[in-house]
């Protein structure tokens, strides 16, 4: 974090005399930090020029855009992959389910590294991985070796998601109005990737051969591995260590909860199986959290949680990941199930609900924020998501793309643009500046696993209401609207939780205050 005030030289061996009395205020919260103490660490929130700055915020997009396109291009590929590879009718979906548990487990170590090892390594480090992962992957002949590909890409990515969110606040966060603009460009990047991804799985897999979806992230990652040192800036590593067995028992307690999570729908909610996981799953998490109470250097520090709001907004991204994703997902299959779209047209159906969240998120999101406040924007938002997906319920079997689809999906949408800058936002800059990596881990874990659960919880309620019959239209129908009216109940509940747990908070424009720090 910079600061335009006056601050006389501090050489790396001296402190500055009066410097623990001087504080930065953080933008878009009120709570005080410490400012930088040596001539290194001021070094370390030096920004660079202001144009290579907004070309590194479209490499930080690009990533955001990877990461969630890489879960999306997939679908279509699936049936080319199941005949080629010998992959079984359940062993299929774990092309995706391997991504999402390697993403998921591996976020909140992602976090803690890029706060010990400096953000812009730690980036390039995803990248390195997602690369190889997506060699592997393409180049896979056997089940075993394809799901260790998608497993390796996912691992990159959990440290590509909190790293760049770092990179964001170091470099936009000296004020309210760059971190509110820049937040929500990298916001729409998420939706564009979605969409991409059903657009470009759809080509590929028509023109060339489905390992294409997943070279297509080589010449990307290059670009990506290029760009990175000449754009980021550089934070030197700092002093710590690493909490390797709570790392083990978080990563191994958030992948076997995503584990039995997405198994559910297949092997039963009741089954002892996905009781044994969640078991598992939450000793693991219990474990984790009494070594971080006991360590001097946890991985997360369990203070973090007291930050105001903090846990509020990861509630709200919670919730979001578990409305919207199944929406998305279901929306698509009703698409094709039963109106009849082939896969390219679906994904064009999507456009206009994408589009319309990319330019109220870059647009309208951060105008509107300035003026009501982050706790009004996520309130109204989720209620908005919330009536978006009720109406999305009253879908038809013998229903159209203008009547059932573009209406009830842009009101959703607009929800989305409105609650999802605000609670990112509050989420990242409601922690401690040193602990940028890990306030935009958790936000992530936050997310996922929201997503995770909320599409296996809806397929759960999919198939109870008759979405598993294929080829009867009206159950189909009947299985997506039972989807719908879930995910704004969802939406409804986490509008209300928000009302009741977040602070309010000011909506002026918190500049740094200006300090003199004397030698």
Same mark, same amino acid.
């Given at each position: 974090?910079?600061?335009?005030?006056?601050?006389?030289?501090?050489?790396?061996?001296?402190?500055?005399?009066?410097?623990?009395?001087?504080?930065?205020?953080?933008?878009?919260?009120?709570?005080?930090?410490?400012?930088?103490?040596?001539?290194?660490?001021?070094?370390?929130?030096?920004?660079?020029?202001?144009?290579?700055?907004?070309?590194?915020l479209?490499?930080i997009?690009?990533?955001?855009?990877?990461?969630?396109?890489?879960?999306?291009?997939?679908?279509?590929?699936?049936?080319?992959?199941?005949?080629?590879?010998?992959?079984s009718?359940?062993?299929?979906?774990?092309?995706?389910?391997?991504?999402?548990?390697?993403? #998921?487990? @591996?976020?909140?170590?992602? =976090?803690?590294?890029?706060?010990? %090892? /400096?953000?812009? &390594?730690v980036?390039s480090? *995803? !990248?390195?991985?997602?690369?190889?992962?997506?060699?592997?992957?393409?180049?896979?002949?056997?089940?075993?070796?394809?799901?260790?590909?998608?497993?390796?890409?996912?691992?990159?990515?959990?440290?590509?998601?909190?790293?760049?969110?770092?990179?964001?606040?170091?470099?936009?966060?000296?004020?309210?109005?760059?971190?509110?603009?820049?937040?929500?460009?990298?916001?729409?990047?998420?939706?564009?990737?979605?969409?991409?991804?059903?657009?470009?799985?759809g080509?590929?897999?028509?023109?060339?051969?489905?390992?294409?979806?997943?070279?297509?992230?080589?010449?990307?990652?290059?670009?990506?591995?290029?760009?990175?040192?000449?754009?980021?800036?550089?934070?030197?590593?700092?002093?710590?260590?690493?909490?390797?067995? #709570?790392? @083990?028992?978080?990563?191994a =307690?958030?992948?076997?909860?995503? %584990? /039995?999570?997405? &198994?559910?729908?297949?092997? *039963? !909610?009741?089954?002892?199986?996905?009781?044994?996981?969640?078991?598992?799953?939450?000793?693991?998490?219990?474990?984790?959290?009494?070594?971080?109470?006991?360590?001097?250097?946890?991985?997360?520090?369990?203070?973090?949680?007291?930050?105001?709001?903090?846990?509020?907004?990861?509630?709200?991204?919670?919730?979001?990941?578990?409305?919207?994703?199944?929406?998305?997902?279901?929306?698509?299959?009703?698409?094709?199930?039963?109106?009849?779209?082939?896969?390219?047209?679906?994904?064009?159906?999507?456009?206009?609900?994408?589009?319309?969240?990319?330019?109220?998120?870059?647009?309208?999101?951060?105008?509107?924020?300035?003026?009501?406040?982050?706790?009004?924007?996520?309130?109204?938002?989720?209620?908005?998501?919330?009536? #978006?997906?009720?109406?999305?319920?009253?879908?038809?079997?013998?229903?159209? %793309?203008?009547?059932?689809?573009?209406?009830?999906?842009?009101?959703?949408?607009?929800?989305?643009?409105?609650?999802?800058?605000?609670?990112?936002?509050?989420?990242?800059?409601?922690?401690?500046?040193?602990?940028?990596?890990?306030?935009?881990?958790?936000?992530?874990?936050?997310?996922?696993?929201?997503?995770?659960?909320?599409?296996?919880?809806?397929?759960?309620?999919a198939?109870?209401?008759?979405?598993?019959?294929?080829?009867?239209?009206?159950e189909?129908?009947?299985?997506?609207?039972?989807?719908?009216?879930?995910?704004?109940?969802?939406?409804?509940?986490?509008?209300?939780?928000?009302?009741?747990?977040?602070?309010?908070?000011?909506?002026?424009?918190?500049?740094?205050v200006?300090?003199?720090v004397?030698?």
């Open positions: 974090m910079s600061s335009k005030s006056s601050i006389s030289p501090c050489t790396p061996t001296k402190r500055c005399a009066d410097v623990t009395q001087a504080r930065l205020r953080h933008p878009l919260t009120t709570q005080a930090s410490p400012i930088p103490r040596t001539g290194k660490e001021l070094r370390m929130s030096t920004q660079p020029k202001s144009t290579r700055k907004w070309w590194a479209a490499l997009a690009a990533a955001q855009f990877m990461v969630i396109m890489d879960t999306s291009i997939i679908g279509v590929a699936l049936p080319q992959m199941q005949s080629d590879l010998g992959f009718q359940e062993g299929l979906t774990w092309v995706f389910n391997a991504y999402v548990i390697a993403f #998921g487990g @591996l976020l909140l170590l992602g =976090g803690r590294l890029s706060d010990l %090892f /400096g953000a812009r &390594r980036f480090a *995803g !990248w390195l991985i997602l690369l190889i992962g997506s060699v592997v992957a393409g180049a896979a002949g056997n089940v075993a070796v394809e799901l260790a590909g998608r497993a390796v890409q996912g691992a990159g990515a959990a440290l590509i998601a909190p790293s760049a969110l770092t990179l964001l606040m170091m470099l936009f966060g000296s004020t309210q109005k760059e971190m509110t603009k820049a937040l929500s460009i990298y916001g729409a990047a998420a939706p564009a990737g979605g969409t991409a991804g059903v657009f470009l799985g080509v590929i897999t028509e023109y060339t051969s489905w390992p294409w979806v997943f070279y297509l992230n080589i010449p990307i990652a290059v670009i990506a591995l290029i760009a990175t040192p000449l754009l980021m800036p550089n934070a030197p590593a700092r002093t710590g260590s690493i909490d390797f067995l #709570g790392a @083990l028992a978080v990563t =307690g958030l992948a076997v909860g995503v %584990f /039995g999570i997405v &198994r559910a729908p297949d092997v *039963g !909610w009741g089954s002892g199986q996905t009781w044994l996981a969640l078991a598992v799953s939450a000793a693991l998490l219990g474990a984790f959290v009494l070594i971080q109470s006991k360590r001097r250097e946890p991985l997360v520090r369990l203070g973090i949680f007291k930050a105001p709001n903090l846990g509020a907004a990861n509630i709200a991204q919670l919730v979001l990941g578990a409305a919207w994703i199944p929406m998305w997902f279901f929306l698509n299959l009703y698409l094709q199930q039963v109106l009849g779209y082939s896969a390219f047209p679906a994904g064009a159906a999507l456009l206009p609900m994408t589009i319309f969240v990319m330019l109220g998120m870059v647009v309208v999101a951060p105008r509107a924020m300035a003026r009501f406040g982050a706790k009004a924007m996520i309130v109204t938002g989720l209620l908005v998501l919330g009536i #978006g997906l009720g109406w999305m319920s009253l879908i038809r079997p013998t229903g159209n %793309f203008w009547v059932d689809v573009l209406p009830a999906s842009l009101v959703a949408a607009a929800g989305m643009t409105l609650a999802f800058i605000p609670s990112l936002g509050t989420a990242i800059s409601a922690a401690r500046p040193e602990e940028g990596g890990l306030a935009s881990g958790i936000v992530n874990v936050s997310y996922q696993v929201g997503s995770a659960v909320g599409l296996a919880v809806m397929t759960a309620i198939a109870v209401f008759g979405a598993d019959q294929l080829g009867d239209l009206t189909l129908t009947n299985g997506f609207s039972a989807v719908f009216l879930g995910a704004a109940a969802i939406a409804v509940v986490g509008a209300a939780i928000t009302a009741i747990v977040m602070r309010s908070t000011k909506v002026d424009d918190p500049r740094p200006q300090s003199t004397n030698s």
